[in-house]
């Protein structure tokens, strides 16, 4: 059987506490900002894609991906 290597986001300096929300919010549009500005198929972005899912919640997700799509996001993208 394959070993599985399981991996989250490496720590940030700018969000030193345990609450992780303000750090899964950064990731998301930092993944968002490097789409627009590199293409859609850019493979510097993915690192961005990883630390995002793995620190935020699916509901959080599909909500932003939601008001993307509406153009009611609250952060800069």
């Given amino acids: 059987m394959a ?16 609450n992780q929300t ?6 998301f549009i930092e993944y968002h900002k490097c ?14 894609a990883r ?3 793995s620190l935020c919640p699916g509901e959080w997700i599909e909500k932003w991906n939601e008001q993307r799509e509406n153009g009611t ?3 800069p993208l």
Avoid: M, S, V
């Fill in 35 to 48: 789409l627009n500005a590199k293409g859609e198929d850019a493979a510097e972005c993915q690192k961005f």
């Fill in 3 to 18: 070993e599985i290597e399981l991996k989250t986001a490496p720590a940030d300096f700018r969000f030193p506490t345990t």
């Fill in 73 to 75: 996001f609250p952060g």
């Fill in 22 to 27: 303000r750090h899964c919010f950064t990731r």
């Fill in 51 to 53: 630390y995002y899912r």
